[in-house]
T-cell receptor, first 116, second 110 residues
C-alpha cells in the first residue's frame, strides 16, 4: 500500500496562475481532507469530503476549490494564486468511524507551494 | 471555544536525555487524543491514540498520558535519539472535528 500520495511535491507559481494539487489514497477511506500548514500555526482545514461526490468547506476555504469525483482521489484547485497561498499543503484520509480507539487520519507527504 | 495548546514551543535536549511535551485542550465533546510526529519535509505520522478511558499508551520510547478530568496530555520521550528531532503535534477529535495544536519542535543534539 502506498497510503496517501500527493502530486506534485514542489511548485512555484506566479500571482494569478492556476494549478491543481492531486491527492490519492489506496486504503478505500471514505473521508479525505486538505490542510495547509504555515509557520507558527497548526494545520488548518481548507476543504474536506465525506464521500465520493461530496465536498464541504473547512476553516479557510477562500481561494480554493475541490472535487472528489473518485473515492480514491481528492483534488485541490487554486484558480488565481495569491502570495498568501504560499504554504505547505497536506492531504489526509480517514476511514469511516468505527471506534474512537482506531479513528485516525493518515497524512500524505505534503506539497510545498510558493506563489511569487 | 475548542482549542489545543502545546508547550513548550521548542525544545533542545542532549542525545540520551528524556523529555516531556505538554498538551492542554478545551475540546468538547471529546473522542480521542493523538500525538503525531512530523519530520522536516514530511507529513505527520501517528504515534499514539488515546480515548477517554485510557490513561497511558506507549509506543517504544514514546509514552503518552491523558488526564481527561484536567484535559491535559503529555508525551514523554525516553533516551532520546537524534532521529527524534521533529515536530510533535497534539490532535484532539470530537464531534467529527479535529483540533490541532501548533506543535513542539524538538531538537536532539549529540
Amino acid at each position: 500500500n502506498a497510503g496517501v500520495t500527493q502530486t506534485p511535491k514542489f511548485r512555484v507559481l506566479k500571482t494569478g496562475q492556476s494549478m491543481t494539487l492531486l491527492c490519492a489514497q489506496d486504503m478505500n477511506h471514505e473521508y479525505m481532507y486538505w490542510y495547509r500548514q504555515d509557520p507558527g500555526m497548526g494545520l488548518r482545514l481548507i476543504h474536506y469530503s465525506v464521500g465520493e461526490g461530496t465536498t464541504a468547506k473547512g476553516e479557510v476555504p477562500d481561494g480554493y476549490n475541490v472535487s472528489r469525483l473518485k473515492k480514491q482521489n481528492f483534488l485541490l484547485g487554486l484558480e488565481s494564486a495569491a502570495p498568501s497561498q504560499t504554504s505547505v499543503y497536506f492531504c489526509a484520509s480517514r476511514r469511516e468511524f468505527l471506534s474512537a480507539h482506531t479513528d485516525t487520519q493518515y497524512f500524505g507527504p505534503g506539497t510545498r507551494l510558493t506563489v511569487l | 471555544k475548542n482549542q489545543v495548546e502545546q508547550s513548550p514551543q521548542s525544545l533542545i535536549i542532549l542525545e540520551g536525555k528524556n523529555c516531556t511535551l505538554q498538551c492542554n485542550y478545551t475540546v468538547s465533546p471529546f473522542s480521542n487524543l493523538r500525538w503525531y510526529k512530523q519530520d522536516t519535509g514530511r507529513g505527520p505520522v501517528s504515534l499514539t491514540i488515546m480515548t477517554f478511558s485510557e490513561n497511558t499508551k506507549s509506543n517504544g520510547r514514546y509514552t503518552a498520558t491523558l488526564d481527561a478530568d484536567t484535559k491535559q496530555s503529555s508525551l514523554h520521550i525516553t533516551a532520546s535519539q537524534l532521529s527524534d528531532s521533529a515536530s510533535y503535534i497534539c490532535v484532539v477529535s470530537g464531534g467529527n472535528q479535529f483540533y490541532f495544536g501548533t506543535g513542539t519542535s524538538l531538537t536532539v543534539i549529540p
